[in-house]
T-cell receptor
């Protein structure tokens, strides 16, 4: 049930954009996105509940295609503070999340 | 909101010893989760409580692992007869009951089994 994330890693220069994908083999109730910096706890970014829904958080947004069981996270005009590992958490019911292996984002000046 | 706190932050133990970790969730959160995270991987679900009831436990979890949440407040995770493969970061998270509530993670307990 673990979702598959791609790419595994991405290196950006400040101001560049990136897309992180998350796909599941099972029907999804929700998709959560979290960011974890080295040695810290994962921090919540956003939840998507409905098919085709998009949400935004500063210059970070996400979409959820319920039919394709996929979600994408968009990093726009990246900043140094965006560096970290991004995890998608997929929910097949209303209480349990399964996390992908993560995508490590490095933003360089 | 003081956040989720976990104790201890680090634990080094010898193989075969028992260890216990504590998690104090955000006070108004009914749901409490334990996850395990190894290097380069995402958090792996271990178990879930709704108030004091343990409603799901991962099938991957051996019977050496046990968790409790007496009175629906703090929770403890005990590992008996530790093995080197138990070395990992153990994360606790809590959330409200509604399905669209985010998980709030603690800083974790890093276990090293020598």
């Amino acid at each position: 049930q673990q979702p598959v994330q791609s790419p595994q890693a991405v290196i950006l220069r400040e101001g560049e954009d990136a897309v992180i994908n998350c796909s599941s083999s099972k029907a999804l109730y929700s998709v959560h996105w979290y960011r974890q910096k080295h040695g810290e706890a994962p921090v919540f970014l956003m939840i998507l509940l409905k098919g085709g829904e998009q949400k935004g958080h500063e210059k970070i947004s996400a979409s959820f295609n319920e039919k394709k069981q996929q979600s994408s996270l968009y990093l726009t005009a990246s900043q140094l503070s965006y560096s970290g590992t991004y995890f998608c958490g997929t929910g097949h019911n209303d209480y349990k999340l399964s996390f992908g292996a993560g995508t490590t984002v490095t933003v360089r000046a | 909101d003081t956040g989720v706190s976990q104790d201890p932050r680090h634990k080094i133990t010898k193989r075969g010893q028992n260890v216990t970790f504590r998690c104090d969730p955000i006070s108004e959160h009914n749901r409490l989760y334990w996850y395990r995270q190894t290097l380069g991987q995402g958090p792996e679900f271990l178990t879930y409580f709704q108030n004091e009831a343990q409603l799901e436990k991962s099938r991957l979890l051996s019977d050496r692992f046990s968790a409790e949440r007496p009175k629906g407040s703090f929770s403890t995770l005990e590992i008996q007869r530790t093995e080197q493969g138990d070395s990992a970061m153990y994360l606790c998270a809590s959330s409200l009951t509604t399905g669209d509530s985010p998980l709030h993670f603690g800083n974790g307990t890093r276990l090293t089994v020598t």
